[in-house]
């Protein structure tokens, strides 16, 4: 594992980590500077170095590449929000190293996503790909095919008060293969903008069939080592303890030992459920003995278990129990007597 930075690390709101970014463009492509469809932004000189472009491929579809090394550890944090469907493959490697030594890629559903604490560390080089997807064109792209899916593709479309359906895997050869044209496309203006989309589009198809085809294996191939498991229970109490504040799934590996990807196939292998799935569980079982407790209103349980908006906090408590938060703090305080 890396050496920890010495000096504190930048923490940030997502908003001002990339109103810092968003303020060094350095490449627009476009007939005007507000019409500009791909634009290249050269990460803040403050925090390290590197970039990150963005790609308009068409409305409701954008494309974001990013290749960045902190020279100091940077802390944004996330507040719970609405999110389109959304792909991202990364590659990391420590500046000590010639190569990248880890890959990933993440898939979500849209829906709620919960608020987070995204750990950017230090030396480490980044290579990202992603796309953000809206859901209407998601369903307009599957077209009636959308009806006759089976029901984990129909969940990739969620509610947005729900929790979003999340997958992480492996890359497969194909979807490296995608992402290398993706980065090394050799068009401009028009084409480039068709090409890349046929990638999205290509990426999304290969993703089905991975979610599909192959995830209900993954589990049973698996085969976790004795430490493994004692580090994945550790890290399940550091969840349990920082519900508020929760460290990032790459922060939260690197505490226990593991890489981000045995951590989040060991919790499904061991656990049963998601990083996210275990962090949600303790959220809302610890909102429940605080509401029966009655020394806090709900938008203060609301903040104290994570969450920024207490619609969302409503929402999800509801799911969980089936009984509205002040509801339920009524009915406990008046069963206590």
């Not at 209407?136 to 009636?144: R, V």
């Not at 068009?187 to 480039?192: C, M, P, R």
């Not at 275990?278 to 909102?287: F, N």
Request: aromatic share 10%; net charge negative.
């Amino acid at each position: 594992m890396a050496t920890p930075s010495q000096s504190s690390p930048h923490i940030l709101s997502q908003a001002d980590y990339w109103a810092l970014i968003q303020a060094n463009v350095c490449q627009p492509q476009g007939s005007t500077a507000s019409e500009a469809f791909d634009i290249t932004y050269a990460y803040p000189a403050q925090l390290g170095q590197g970039y990150v472009r963005e790609i308009k491929l068409r409305q409701g579809l954008e494309l974001a590449i990013a290749d960045y090394q902190p020279h100091q550890a940077v802390i944004t944090e996330v507040p719970d929000r609405e999110h389109p469907l959304e792909y991202e493959f990364t590659l990391v490697r420590e500046s000590s190293k010639a190569s990248f030594e880890s890959e990933c890629y993440f898939f979500s559903g849209s829906g709620l996503a919960e608020r987070d604490v995204c750990h950017h560390e230090r030396d480490l080089q980044v290579l990202d790909v992603s796309f953000h997807l809206e859901p209407e064109l998601f369903c307009a792209w599957m077209g009636d095919r959308l009806e006759q899916a089976a029901p984990p593709v129909k969940a990739l479309v969620g509610d947005l008060n729900q929790a979003r359906y999340t997958y992480a895997a492996s890359p497969t050869v194909a979807m490296q293969a995608a992402i290398q044209q993706i980065l090394n496309c050799p068009y401009t203006g028009l084409t480039q903008q068709i090409y890349l989309e046929s990638k999205v589009w290509e990426l999304m198809a290969l993703h089905l069939e991975q979610m599909l085809h192959h995830q209900p294996d993954q589990p049973r191939k698996q085969t976790l080592k004795p430490d493994d498991i004692e580090r994945l229970h550790y890290a399940k109490e550091i969840i349990k303890q920082q519900l508020n504040t929760p460290p990032s799934l790459n922060g939260l590996a690197r505490q226990v030992g593991l890489n981000e990807f045995t951590l989040k196939q060991g919790f499904r292998h061991l656990f049963g459920t998601t990083v996210f799935g275990c962090l949600h569980h303790y959220r809302m079982e610890r909102a429940k003995t605080l509401l029966a407790d009655g020394r806090l209103n709900v938008t203060e349980v609301a903040r104290d278990v994570g969450f920024t908006n207490r619609g969302h906090f409503a929402a999800a408590f509801r799911k969980k129990f089936g009984v509205n938060p002040k509801t339920y703090s009524l009915t406990a305080r008046e069963q206590a007597g």
